[in-house]
């Protein structure tokens, strides 16, 4: 049984960081790609970050490059975001997804999803 459990969510100022985490478990050979999706309230879901596990390739969102890192420990089976400069209108919540041969920004691409960790940031 796959499951995939977030933390590391919470509420900073405007400029800081945080670091996501999401632990997998469970048959974890069954996805090539782990991403990011990110929730506001009002908002369609939108893929922040994904990571093509065989390769290590990375894809971004526009409006997180350059301030956003995601990464994978393969011994823990762990996937990570770092966000730093924070911004208030990364305000959400953030759900860890897995799935698929390739990545793609569509959330019906992923199979499998966590239930998400806060992220608030105030101006």
């Known amino acids: 049984q796959v499951q995939l459990v977030e933390s590391g969510g919470g509420s900073v100022q405007a400029g800081g960081s945080l670091r996501l985490s999401c632990a997998a478990s469970?048959?974890?050979?069954?996805?090539?790609?782990m991403g990011w999706f990110r929730q506001a309230p009002g908002k369609e879901r939108e893929r922040v970050a994904s990571?093509?596990?065989?390769?290590?390739?990375?894809y971004y969102t526009d409006s997180v490059k350059d301030r956003f890192t995601i990464s994978r420990d393969n011994a823990k089976n762990t996937l990570y975001l770092q966000m730093n400069s924070l911004k208030p209108e990364d305000t959400a919540m953030y759900h860890c997804?897995?799935?698929?041969?390739?990545?793609?920004?569509?959330?019906?691409?992923?199979?499998?999803w966590g239930q998400g960790t806060q992220v608030t940031v105030s101006s």
């Open positions: 469970g048959p974890t050979y069954r996805w090539a790609c």
């Open positions: 997804a897995a799935g698929g041969s390739f990545c793609s920004r569509e959330s019906r691409a992923y199979d499998y």
């Open positions: 990571i093509y596990i065989p390769s290590g390739s990375t």
